[in-house]
C-alpha cells in the first residue's frame, strides 16, 4: 500500500462549488503540506502543517483552507471553487527527526478540473 | 529564497551518462543543495542531496562546485525510466524552515 494517499484522484467541478481533498499518511510523519501544480511549472506551497495544532499559510494560499484532522489526515478545501484553481495538487510528509534533510515524500496527485 | 537556475530540457540517449546542471550563485553557507524528480504521471521523489562535498547514492551521483555556485546531477547510465522533471532545490540547513521551492526544472529525455 502506498504511503501517502490522495482522494481523489480525479475531479471535475463547477464554479462556485466547494471541494475537498483529502490526504493520508501511514509514515508516521508529523509535517503534511499541500501543493499545487500547473502545466508547465513547478510546484508551489498552498499549506503546510508541522503538527496537528499547527497550521501555516504557504506562497498561495488565498482561496484555499486546510484542516489537519489527525497526524494521519490533512484535507485541503476550496470554498468556492474558480477555473484558475484548476490544476494538480499534491499531498506530501516528512519528518526531519528521522531524515536531516527533512525529505519530503509525495503523494500521486489529486487532478483538479473548475468548469 | 535562493533561487535556481536549469535548463528547461535536454536530451540523452539510452545507457549514455548524463549531466544535469543547476546554477545557484545566491546559495548562502547553509544551504543544503537538493535533487528531486518526477516522472510522468506522478509526484516528486527525493533524489539526492549535498552541502560542499560530492555525494553519490544508488540513483545518482551530485557534484557540486568549489564555491557551491552551481552543481551538477549525474546519471551515471541513463535508462527510459529516468525520463522526468529534475528539480534542483536549495533548502536551508534549521529545523524548523518549511520551504521547498521547486522552480520549473529540467525535463529530461531519454532515447532509446
Known amino acids: 500500500d502506498a504511503d501517502v494517499t490522495q482522494t481523489p484522484r480525479n475531479r471535475i467541478t463547477k464554479t462556485g462549488k466547494r471541494i475537498m481533498l483529502e490526504c493520508s499518511q501511514t509514515?508516521?510523519?508529523?509535517?503534511m503540506y499541500w501543493y499545487r501544480q500547473d502545466p508547465g511549472l513547478g510546484l508551489r506551497l498552498i499549506y503546510y502543517s508541522f503538527d496537528v495544532k499547527d497550521i501555516n499559510k504557504g506562497e498561495i494560499s488565498d482561496g484555499y483552507s486546510v484542516s489537519r484532522q489527525a497526524q494521519a489526515k490533512f484535507s485541503l478545501s476550496l470554498e468556492s471553487a474558480i477555473p484558475n484553481q484548476t490544476a494538480l495538487y499534491f499531498c506530501a510528509t516528512s519528518d526531519p527527526r528521522r531524515t536531516a534533510t527533512d525529505t519530503q515524500y509525495f503523494g500521486p496527485g489529486t487532478r483538479l478540473t473548475v468548469l | 529564497d535562493a533561487k535556481t537556475t536549469q535548463p528547461n530540457s535536454m536530451e540523452s540517449n539510452e545507457e549514455e551518462p548524463v549531466h544535469l546542471p543547476c546554477n545557484h550563485s545566491t546559495i548562502s553557507g547553509t544551504d543544503y543543495i537538493h535533487w528531486y524528480r518526477q516522472l510522468p504521471s506522478q509526484g516528486p521523489e527525493y533524489v539526492i542531496h549535498g552541502l560542499t562535498s560530492n555525494v553519490n547514492n544508488r540513483m545518482a551521483s551530485l557534484a557540486i562546485a568549489e564555491d557551491r555556485k552551481s552543481s551538477t546531477l549525474i546519471l551515471h547510465r541513463a535508462t527510459l525510466r529516468d525520463a522526468a522533471v529534475y528539480y534542483c532545490?536549495?533548502?536551508?540547513?534549521?529545523?524548523?524552515?518549511?520551504?521547498?521551492?521547486f522552480g520549473s526544472g529540467t525535463k529530461l529525455n531519454v532515447k532509446p
Open positions: 532545490i536549495l533548502r536551508p540547513r534549521g529545523y524548523n524552515f518549511n520551504k521547498f521551492y
Open positions: 509514515k508516521g510523519h508529523d509535517r
